[in-house]
């Protein structure tokens, strides 16, 4: 009894993650008081999203994974329902509809994709054997197809895209065969012409050429690689300093609250701050493997090697895009950007987490 | 339901993977790492100037032009400011309002008005100056100046304009500023390590550069360096605050050797009629009077002229803009005697005893023409002295005759003819000193004997400047050493032309002196009308320029009915004898006669030049 009870009263915390996460996040008001030049509204409103987005870590994190698992396929059809819904009644922004007004937040139902699906996977190959058949890969597959096919109708090629990899990776984590793997590359690399003229827009086509070149137009859409890589270079070993960032502060960089961020952190604090900056992201993925691999069981396994892949390929994707590396495509830097659901969802993600991995089950052997 | 073997295999196929995907992140961390490092460490100095470069704008700010002075320092181009009413457009919220509110102390009128409104909206974008009314009254001035803490957003600027009090006077030697062509400007620019762009005018016209004579050719230490402002802008270009400021060197002022009073002195003289008028200290080799008559304002053309009163001058009959001094061609006719007089004394031809009979024309033994005095049963027995005195014609067909023509044509260039002898003049003229092989190339025919007679009394082909005959006056005064002619007072390390004459004698010199004071002081001399018209003596030879090669007077009566065939007159001087301080040159075309028509406008600058 006395130790029922105790158990009832027990926290389940991981303080690696959850310091990580906050220095990350109290890091990034900083950084975004000085990307907003100083726009203490936006600080205010970010704080409030960011302690929201804490609290909701951590009561995600209480409850046993098996809920998750039980609930999952409940998750990912709420949230595909959303998209749906966003698709026909949600307010055209930019020509594109992502948005669902709540009244006191605007909910971007694909983010909520980005973490029903793995999970769903997860607990849908819990079952299954392992490695994963061919069978149940073309079924896995069948989904994360409706998943990506309905996100990217937004149009959000973005989201759609990240979606699809977070089910890919579980896939993958499950064992996926190399033959497939490698046909797959093989298969994509042979239509790359057909969905580049079939698929992609003309501007997503000029942005990819530009990434490849953006000297070749540097006034218009090689514009923003150009001030970006300008304001990362010139930042140089020690930066220029909290809000003195020329490239920032004088508007030669666009989006500089959102998507570019980076560069102003790059700008201002140089390589010293970068290194310091992506170590504890680089700490906080780590931590994700040795959670993963140590995981209670296969479904836990799955679901931590499978969010924390997405946070880390969100990551690299917003760097590589801000240096350059690859076409601009809307993706955050993760706990730092401004945002409302692309934050939330970090935070959803690591309750899950930090939920798989504190809760230890006694093996019945 | 999943038994051990089971869950081994799924741990085992687990680990790989993830050990896999550590690898892979690994890579992508330490490429990210490296991009990260190329950009801010490798690449860091040219991103850090491409960000330099970004955020800041500089603009031009225009130095002014030197002044120019006369020798005794008279102030000869100035820079005259006139007054322009600015407003800075980013302070202003509603510009009608604004002048309206203006307008109650300065009329504005509709074209003005018109203008602001038009170029508010981007001057204000880009926190620019504006000007609102251009060169304001003294009145105006006033009135907004006592009620400017009215107008804090409002200022008066200082624009200049480049003007010399005497507009006519030194119109071809002073010559006149204009626009620059943006190429002319860059390149300047790219000089002083400038980039052309954005720039603060001083001058209401913008880029100025000279365009003719000393404006053009002192150019250089006339026009200064731009200095620079730099700001910091904003993505938009939008001037944000003043970071440094680089003044402007202006130009460096001149001293031009030139005298004031006698150059209005000689226009004076000139009282319009074409000709030119030149005068060089004979001790510097300055030139101190520089006029080609008719001229025109340089303030008009300088500060912009319509393009009718342009079209006026252009197609104006006496060609005002021709510069006669350095461009103008006329024969020397007589004046060039001395020195083919020194010529026979060199070669050993004739010395002073020498004399022959002048009958009043030279019969050509090759083809018995004839070649005519101007005086009709000549000069009878007559020597070199008063060959020069009384400019017989015979004498000097005779010795030209005689004459070796390549010792003779060498000989005459060493006075100048033929070459440029001023090392700062603009566009300077050579004449023409002809030649048997010039003959050749540009007429197709032969030297005949003829063409050294007529070199004799310098007509035929010869003719040179009046710049030219200024030096080979100066050159005779000197005694045939003279330092080559400039418009600057500090005239050291300038080349001194020497002639190489190892026969003549100081006292040859003095002779030939003398006889050119005769010229005036003799009885018989051609110039004898001069004599009572100053108070010193002076050393001259007049000339007069035949247009049209006659036979007889009769015949010239016919044709100096058409003014413009009339002949030139031409003098050279020097004086005051026996210690002569500047020599002198007088072109007056179709004036007829040298000593009477020339003489007097060569006397009256002398005049103005020697005071007891």
């Keep these: 009894m006395k130790q029922a009870s105790f158990k009832r009263f027990t926290i389940f915390f991981d303080q690696y993650l ?197 000297s070749a137009d540097p006034f218009g859409s090689g514009w923003n690689i150009t001030q970006s890589k300008i304001a990362i270079g010139s930042g140089g070993i020690s930066g220029k300093g909290f809000e003195a960032g020329s490239q920032s502060h004088l508007d030669f960089l666009p989006e500089t609250e959102t998507d570019f961020i980076f560069a102003v952190i790059a700008e201002e604090f140089g390589f010293i701050g970068v290194c310091i900056l992506l170590s504890i992201y680089m700490f906080i993925f780590l931590r994700c493997m040795y959670l993963a691999f140590n995981a209670r069981d296969r479904f836990c396994r799955l679901t931590i090697g499978g969010l924390s892949l997405i946070f880390a390929s969100t990551l690299f994707i917003n760097l590589a895009m801000v240096t350059g590396l690859i076409p ?27 939920s798989m991995a504190s809760h230890k089950k006694l093996m019945q052997r | 339901m999943i038994d051990i073997e089971d869950r081994f295999i799924e741990k085992r196929i687990f680990k ?154 030194f119109s071809h030697v002073l010559g006149f500023v204009g626009a620059a062509e943006n190429e002319t400007m860059s390149e300047i620019l790219t000089t002083q390590d400038k980039f052309p762009g954005e720039t603060l005018f001083k ?112 197609e104006d009959k006496a060609k005002p803009f021709f510069d006669r001094a350095s461009q103008g061609r006329y024969s020397p006719a007589s004046t060039i005697k001395p020195a083919i007089g020194l010529y026979g004394l060199q070669s050993g031809i004739i010395n002073w005893d020498y004399t022959i009979d002048d009958p009043g024309f030279f019969v050509l033994p090759e083809d018995q023409r004839i070649y005519r005095g101007w005086k009709k049963g000549g000069h009878g027995n007559i020597n070199l002295e008063n060959a020069l005195i009384e400019s017989s014609n015979t004498f000097f067909f005779s010795l030209a005759y005689q004459s070796e023509i390549k010792d003779l044509i060498d000989h005459l260039s060493n006075f100048g003819f033929g070459r440029n002898i001023c090392v700062d003049c603009f566009n300077p003229g050579k004449g023409l000193l002809p030649s048997p092989e010039w003959k050749m190339n540009n007429l197709n025919f032969g030297w005949f004997k003829g063409d050294s007679v007529n070199l004799g009394v310098g007509q035929g082909y010869l003719s040179a400047t009046p710049v030219q ?52 002081e003799n009885p018989k001399g051609t110039a004898k009308r001069l004599k009572n018209l100053k108070s010193y003596n002076i050393a001259a030879k007049s000339g007069t320029v035949e247009l049209v090669s006659l036979d007889s007077k009769e015949d010239y009566e016919l044709v100096r009915q058409d003014i413009l065939k009339r002949d030139h007159a031409i003098m050279i001087a020097f004086a005051p004898m026996p210690n002569p301080k500047y020599a002198i040159s007088v072109v007056i075309e179709n004036a007829e006669s040298g000593g009477s028509v020339a003489g007097p406008v060569a006397v009256k600058v002398l005049n103005s030049l020697i005071k007891e």
């Design chain 1, 328 to 354: 601009v495509v809307g993706m955050p830097l993760p706990f730092i950007s401004k945002g409302g659901s692309s934050l939330l969802s970090f935070y959803i993600a690591f309750g899950i987490i930090i």
């Design chain 2, 469 to 520: 005959l200024a030096f080979y006056s100066g050159l005779l005064s000197k005694k045939g050493s003279l330092k080559k002619l400039s418009l600057i007072n500090d005239n050291v390390g300038k080349e001194t032309i020497v002639l190489p004459m190892t026969n003549i004698t100081s006292k040859d010199w003095d002779k030939i002196h003398e006889s050119m004071i005769g010229v005036i």
């Design chain 1, 18 to 214: 959850f310091i990580a996460i906050t220095l990350l996040s109290v890091m990034g008001l900083f950084f975004l008081y000085s990307a907003s030049q100083g726009n203490i509204n936006v600080v205010m409103k970010q704080s409030i999203f960011v302690g929201f987005g804490i609290f909701l870590m951590f009561i995600l994190s209480q409850p046993d994974p098996d809920i998750y698992k039980i609930l999952s396929r409940v998750f990912l059809i709420t949230s595909l329902i959303l998209v749906l819904i966003t698709i026909l009644v949600a307010k055209e922004i930019n020509g594109a509809k992502r948005w669902l007004d709540l009244g006191v937040f605007t909910l971007q139902p694909s983010e909520l994709v980005k973490i029903a699906l793995p999970i769903y996977l997860a607990a849908y190959l819990f079952e299954k054997p392992i490695p994963i058949d061919l069978k149940n890969t073309f079924k896995s597959l069948l989904i994360i197809a409706v998943c990506f096919l309905l996100i990217a109708r937004q149009p959000d090629l973005g989201t759609s895209l990240v979606v699809s990899m977070a089910g890919v990776y579980i896939l993958f984590f499950a064992g996926l065969s190399w033959k497939f793997i490698g046909s797959s590359i093989i298969v994509f690399l042979i239509s790359l012409p057909f969905l580049w003229n079939n698929f992609l827009q003309p501007f997503q086509q000029q942005r990819i050429l530009t990434s490849l070149d953006p």
């Design chain 2, 203 to 314: 001058y209401a016209n913008g880029y100025l550069i000279g365009k003719t004579g000393i404006e053009n050719t002192y150019d250089n230490s006339l026009r200064g360096s731009f200095g620079e402002k730099i700001f910091e802008v904003d993505a938009r270009g939008k001037l944000l605050k003043q970071i440094d400021f680089i003044e402007p060197t202006d130009g460096l002022d001149m001293f031009t050797s030139l005298d004031l009073e006698a150059q209005k002195v000689a226009f004076e003289a000139m009282n319009g009629r074409k000709g030119a008028v030149v005068v060089v200290e004979i001790e510097t080799g300055s030139i101190i009077t520089y006029l080609s008559s008719p001229s025109f304002s340089i303030n008009q053309i300088s500060n912009g002229i319509s393009s009718v009163n342009f079209e006026k001058l252009i």
């Design chain 2, 16 to 169: 790989n993977r993830l050990i896999l995907i550590y690898l892979f992140f690994g890579f992508l961390f330490s490429a990210f790492i490296y991009r990260t490092y190329t950009l801010q460490v490798y690449s860091y100095s040219s991103y850090e100037s491409a960000s330099i470069k970004n955020k800041t704008r500089s603009i031009l700010v225009q130095p002014k032009r030197g002044i120019v002075y006369d020798r005794n320092g008279n102030i000869l181009i100035n820079n005259v400011p006139s007054y322009d009413l600015i407003i800075q457009p980013s302070k202003i919220d509603n510009i009608s309002k604004y002048l309206e509110r203006l307008n109650n102390v300065i009329l504005i009128d509709q074209d003005e008005r018109d203008y602001v409104l038009e170029q508010f909206d981007n001057k204000s974008t880009y926190n620019r100056e504006l000007a609102v009314k251009r060169a304001l009254s003294e009145e105006e001035i006033a009135r907004f100046e006592v009620r400017n803490y009215l107008f804090p957003e409002a200022l008066i600027d200082k624009r200049y304009r480049r003007e010399s009090e005497y507009p006519y006077l």
